[in-house]
């Protein structure tokens, strides 16, 4: 909580709580975008969150929105406290560095940054999203249609023959049906979802050389491309406010190095061969974890020593970006093959033992008749 958060309102804590954990990034992206252009347009800062807050209290106002100003309000220009610093609570830590580069641009310019890197980002994850609903779908669909299969149908089959006799594919399905209805099937999805769990907690904290061979399949190579866009983005918008490249990449790698020890230990090389006099395409090189990829570091090699490199930097992440939805949808076309082959082979197996199933009883109903 903001220990410089001071109000009459009784709730006014538990609301900045709240605000600080559920304000959407188009709430953030619209508020930088109307603090801009009133900074912009020569009012200060001050009387700027004063405006925004006043309509934030109005009839058609935003609670969170309310929250946000007051608390940035109260911390940031009434204390002494830079509007980077008071914002740290409800911004992610690319966006606070590039406010921080306010002092040589002036405010409205990281604020519009900042805009684009929320869009960017809004972009990829949609992306994402969309790409993966479908594998997630099928993943989902085997899981309901397995339960469905071993709780529902197969019992019944094993009512009308003796599953001693069953062979084949038939003896799979007695298998698969005796695992469903043990408990050993509640501990199987309880290791699914620890390893779903595990998964995610790794993406920005396993390091390693093991974690870059990973890097290059999915989920992990997604991972790496949202990351290594937001970094690429970020980094074009501190050199274009005037900070040379070592002092960005140092920047990012301070805040890194507390929140994505993945993405510090990448920086780290490539600031090491910086601080030795490569550039920085070529020290990204040098480092040899082919990060953001293969391709941008090859580009960033030519470019690094142009004299307009923050303009070619802004270019080659909006390409990078570009390039990473076409390789997003083109990695998750990879996991909704494997879904669908699973799927198929689900299909073929209960198909065939079905039919194995229905052929041992028939013989049996004939052998009874007779």
């Known amino acids: ?35 801009a252009a009133l900074v912009a347009n020569g009012v200060s800062l001050q009387q700027s969150l004063e405006d925004l807050r006043r309509r934030a209290r109005g009839k058609y106002g935003n609670w969170m929105e309310e929250s946000l100003i007051e608390d940035v309000l109260l911390r940031g220009v009434r204390r002494g406290i830079s509007f980077a610093e008071a914002m740290r609570p409800w911004a992610p830590s690319d966006e606070i560095m590039i406010l921080q580069s306010h002092a040589a641009s002036g405010l409205d310019a990281p604020l519009l940054r900042c805009e684009k890197l929320i869009q960017t980002k809004a972009k990829l994850k949609g992306h994402t999203m969309k790409s993966l ?5 099928l993943a989902s669909l085997i899981v309901v249609f397995a339960f469905f299969m071993g709780r529902q149908i197969l019992p019944k089959f094993m009512l009308l023959a003796d599953p001693a006799s069953w062979t ?22 309880i290791f ?16 390693g050389s093991v974690r870059q061979g990973f890097d290059r399949i999915p989920p992990w ?12 983005f970020s980094m074009s918008a501190l050199i274009s406010a005037g900070i040379p490249i070592l002092d960005a990449l140092e920047e990012i790698l301070k805040i890194a190095k507390e929140d994505n020890p993945w993405l510090a230990e990448r920086l780290e090389a490539a600031r090491h ?15 040899g974890y082919e990060f953001p990829d293969r391709d941008t570091i090859a580009n960033l090699v030519i470019f690094s020593d142009l004299h307009n490199f923050e303009e070619t930097l802004q270019k080659t992440a909006e ?20 879904m669908t082959a699973i799927m198929a082979v689900m299909w073929l197996l209960i198909a065939g033992g079905t039919y194995s199933i229905i052929g041992k009883i028939v013989t049996g109903t004939l052998s009874t008749h007779n």
């Not at 190579?221 to 690429?232: A, E």
């Open 319 to 338: 390409m990078w970006l570009a390039q990473g939805i076409r390789k997003i949808e083109a990695q998750t076309l990879m996991l909704n093959i494997v």
């Open 133 to 137: 609903a479908y594998p997630f779908y």
């Open 168 to 189: 084949g594919a038939g003896r799979f399905l007695f298998y698969f049906t005796s695992f469903i209805n043990s408990p050993w099937v509640w501990f199987g999805l």
């Open 221 to 232: 190579s997604i991972y790496k491309l949202l990351v290594g866009t937001s970094w690429m």
């Open 273 to 287: 061969y910086m601080s030795g006099g490569a550039s920085f395409g070529r020290a990204l090189e040098m480092s």
């Open 192 to 207: 699914l979802v620890a390893l779903v769990g595990l998964v995610f907690w790794s993406f920005p904290r396993w390091t």
């Open 1 to 35: 909580m903001n220990i410089l958060f001071q109000t009459a309102h009784p709730l006014a804590p538990f609301r900045v709580a709240a605000a600080q954990r559920f304000l959407s990034d188009n709430r953030r992206e619209l508020f930088f975008v109307k603090l």
